[in-house]
C-alpha cells in the first residue's frame, strides 16, 4: 500500500545555521546498505548526495561513496579524494567538482561521464539526478550532457544556479525559475509568482520544488502527493531537495519536513532537528546534523 505522509519533527536545541560539518543520517530503503553510512561519515561531513542506489559524502574535500557499486559508482577516483568542493550523484554515475573542473565516473551507457571539454574549467556548480548532468560556468551558461543536452538561449548567460530532474532542468536567473525539458506532467511550466525572489530550486523525477519567501512552491507529477506541499512547508524553510517521488526540506530551526512517497518510510524521519542539509534519493532520505547522536 502506498501512503503519503507530510511529517515536521522539532527540534529541542539551538538553529543550525552556523553549522557547516557533521554526519550523515539516513532511512528508507535499506536495498545495498545505502541506508547505513559507514562509520567515517558520522561526523565531519560537509555535503550529502542520494542517487538512485549510492550515496555521496564529502568531507574534508574527499569523496566517499556507498551502496550499489554497479558500474564502479562507488570506486572514486583518485582525483575526487582532495580538493573537492561539491558532489552529486545519479543514476550509478557521480559527480564532483574540482578546482572548476568536474570529474564523473560510474555509469555511462548515455555519455553520463563523457564530460564534454567545456567543464573542464571554470565550472562553479554541477547537479545530476538521473541519466542527465548539469554544470554551470562561471558567467552563467548551462552545460547539459547525457541522456538530455539542450540549453535554451536564456540558460546560456546569467544562471546563478542549476538542478537536474529526470528528464526535466530548473535553473535560477535573476531571481526566476527557467524550466525545460520533458513536460509530461507540467514539471517544466513554472507556476506564476516564482518569476523573481527565488533563492533555491530543485528538481525530482517528474515534479520540481522552489522556495521563496521561506516558503515552499511544487509543480509536476503528484501521484504520491508529492507536491501537495505540508502546512510546515509554507513558511521558514531554509533548504529543499526534491527526490524521485518524495522530498525533504528543513526549516531556519533546522527541523526536518518530509512528503510524497512513504514506499519504505522514506518520509518519515528517524531523527529529530536540528540539521543544516537535506539530500532525498529514490526511496531514501538523508540529512546532515552536527551531532547525530544527539537527543531530542
Not at 552563467?140 to 538542478?163: E, F, L
Request: with cysteine; proline share 4%; hydrophobic share 45%.
Amino acid at each position: 500500500m502506498t501512503v503519503s505522509a507530510a511529517v515536521a519533527l522539532s527540534l529541542c536545541a539551538s538553529p543550525a545555521s552556523a553549522v557547516t560539518t557533521g554526519g550523515v543520517i539516513a532511512w528508507g530503503k535499506q536495498d545495498y546498505g545505502i541506508t547505513v553510512p559507514p562509520p567515517n561519515v558520522l561526523s565531519g561531513v560537509s555535503a550529502v548526495s542520494a542517487g538512485s542506489t549510492t550515496v555521496l559524502a564529502l568531507q574534508s574535500g574527499a569523496v566517499f561513496a556507498w551502496g550499489a557499486n554497479n558500474w564502479g559508482a562507488n570506486v572514486v577516483p583518485a582525483d575526487a579524494q582532495s580538493g573537492v568542493s561539491q558532489i552529486s550523484s545519479g543514476w550509478g554515475h557521480e559527480l564532483a567538482l574540482k578546482n572548476g573542473k568536474v570529474l564523473a565516473w560510474g555509469n555511462n551507457w548515455y555519455g553520463q561521464t563523457t564530460l564534454p571539454a567545456s567543464v573542464s574549467s571554470g565550472v562553479i556548480a554541477i547537479s545530476t539526478s538521473n541519466m542527465h548532468s548539469l554544470a554551470l560556468k562561471q558567467g552563467g551558461q548551462v552545460v547539459s550532457w547525457g541522456t538530455r543536452t539542450d540549453v535554451p538561449a536564456a540558460a546560456q548567460s546569467g544562471v546563478t544556479a542549476i538542478s537536474a530532474g529526470g528528464d526535466h532542468n530548473l535553473v535560477l536567473k535573476n531571481g526566476g525559475v527557467l524550466a525545460w525539458g520533458n513536460n509530461a506532467y507540467g514539471q517544466a511550466t513554472v507556476p506564476a509568482g516564482l518569476s523573481s525572489g527565488v533563492t533555491a530550486i530543485s528538481a525530482g523525477f517528474s515534479h520540481s520544488l522552489a522556495l521563496k519567501d521561506g516558503r515552499v512552491y511544487a509543480w509536476g507529477r503528484d501521484n504520491y502527493k508529492q507536491i501537495d506541499v505540508p502546512d510546515a512547508a509554507l513558511s521558514d524553510v531554509a533548504g529543499i531537495d526534491a527526490g524521485f517521488n518524495h522530498n525533504l526540506a528543513f526549516k531556519t530551526n533546522g527541523d526536518i519536513i518530509a512528503w510524497g512517497s512513504d514506499f519504505v518510510t522514506e518520509s518519515e524521519p528517524v531523527t529529530c532537528g536540528p540539521v543544516f542539509a537535506v539530500s532525498a534519493g529514490d526511496n531514501d532520505s538523508f540529512v546532515l546534523k552536527e551531532n547525530p547522536g544527539a537527543a531530542c
